[in-house]
């Protein structure tokens, strides 16, 4: 089942997000702060989908920054009214990711940098 984009932002605007650990070291090692996170939640869009990711469905959002560079989070629906932070990043090292399509795989990338 893919991701809804109405319902990420939904669950975000509520404030209803599961921070990953992994996340946080991530986020504070490259200088993300949480508002930076919830924005592309908010305001982003779903570049990619993993429908069949285990163990929830996850899709990977972007929304670009006041700087011109790229914010991407991986991001998952735990229930219905959860959203999940997994794997924020800005900049290059992403960029390309708009031009990646749709993968349906079900390869967990939780551990990209």
């Given amino acids: 089942m893919a991701l809804d984009l109405s319902t990420i932002q939904r669950v975000a605007t509520a404030g209803r997000i599961t921070w990953r650990y992994h996340a946080l070291l991530r986020a504070r090692e490259r200088g ?8 592309v939640l908010t305001e982003g869009e779903i570049i990619e989908q993993r429908p069949r990711a285990k163990p929830y469905p996850k ?9 011109n ?5 991986r991001s998952a629906t735990t229930r219905p009214t ?6 924020p990043s800005t900049g290059s090292t992403l960029a390309s990711a708009k031009t990646r399509g749709n993968g349906e795989g079900e390869d967990n990338h939780d551990n990209q940098s």
Wanted: charged share 20%; with cysteine; net charge negative.
């Fill in 59 to 67: 899709c990977l959002m972007m929304q670009m920054q006041e700087d």
């Fill in 32 to 39: 993300i702060t949480r508002d930076q996170a919830i924005r």
């Fill in 69 to 73: 560079q790229p914010f991407t989070s």
């Fill in 82 to 87: 959860t959203a999940c932070i997994s794997s």
